[in-house]
């Protein structure tokens, strides 16, 4: 019994190292991706422009990574920033891109673009100028 356990004593423990490094380097590089709701956060509001009250204010993000990195994240610590910056005055409707901030590293997040109604807003100091007259 014993020669059986101490014969090639060397190349045992090389495979046994072997056999734990790839362990570890398959249990590392395990990609998860997970589904959340974030809030929209509405930035750059041009003047003159209101958004449509029935707005989604939620929307769905993917977040792929690695999974130690994904199931240490907390959905209030992530926001969805949109960018109105483009909004031209007159202007219906508006396609913009949300940006997923305070991301891990090694995370991506994936997001669908989201149409937003734009409403112009009515100054109403023109309006009580023009019943004046």
Do not use: C
């Amino acid at each position: 019994m014993k020669r059986w356990l101490f014969q090639n004593l060397g190349l045992k423990f090389l495979s046994l190292l072997i056999a734990f490094s790839l362990w570890a380097y398959v249990g590392s590089r395990q990609v998860l991706e997970q589904r959340l709701s974030l809030h929209l956060e509405f930035a750059d509001m041009p003047a003159g422009i209101t958004l449509d009250p029935n707005v989604k204010t939620n929307i769905s993000v993917g977040l792929i990574g690695r999974k130690d990195r994904i199931l240490d994240i907390d959905p209030e610590d992530l926001s969805a920033l949109v960018s109105l910056r483009g909004a031209q005055p007159g202007q219906k409707e508006i396609v913009v891109h949300p940006k997923i901030q305070n991301l891990p590293v090694g995370v991506t997040a994936n997001v669908m673009d989201v149409t937003l109604r734009l409403i112009p807003l009515v100054d109403n100091s023109k309006k009580s100028k023009k019943k004046k007259a």
